[in-house]
């Protein structure tokens, strides 16, 4: 069982930035495959980011350039480093774990970008 936990959420203006963590728990955080997704208001929830175990990353075609994925192992934790934030961004977001083949998710950081 994982156990993830997000943080780092609120309300920003746009062109603002936040930056949004995932802790997990349990052992071997090196081997999950890490991603963030997000699901605004009357939308299905859509990848934005993940991280391979290997440190690979890919991105929805929306934030590239202006959100980026990392993680430390050291502290059992995936960032998502949000800048330039546009008012489309609005959303929950929610940071899934994949583990030997099973998904665990977190309760989701709400992000507004309203000015």
């Known amino acids: 069982q994982v156990q993830l936990v997000e943080s780092g959420g609120g309300l920003v203006q746009p062109g603002g930035s936040l930056r949004l963590s995932c802790a997990a728990s349990?052992?071997?955080?090196?081997?999950?495959?890490m991603g963030w997704y997000r699901q605004a208001p009357g939308k299905q929830r859509q990848l934005v980011a993940r991280?391979?175990?290997?440190?690979?990353?890919n991105y929805a075609d929306s934030v590239k350039g202006r959100f980026t994925i990392s993680r430390d192992n050291a502290k059992n934790t995936v960032y998502l480093q949000m800048n330039s934030l546009k008012p489309e961004d609005t959303a929950v977001y929610y940071c899934?774990?994949?583990?030997?083949?099973?998904?665990?998710w977190g309760q989701g950081t709400q992000v507004t970008v309203s000015s």
């Open positions: 899934k774990a994949n583990k030997l083949g099973a998904d665990y």
């Open positions: 349990g052992t071997m955080f090196n081997i999950y495959a």
């Open positions: 991280i391979t175990s290997g440190g690979s990353t």
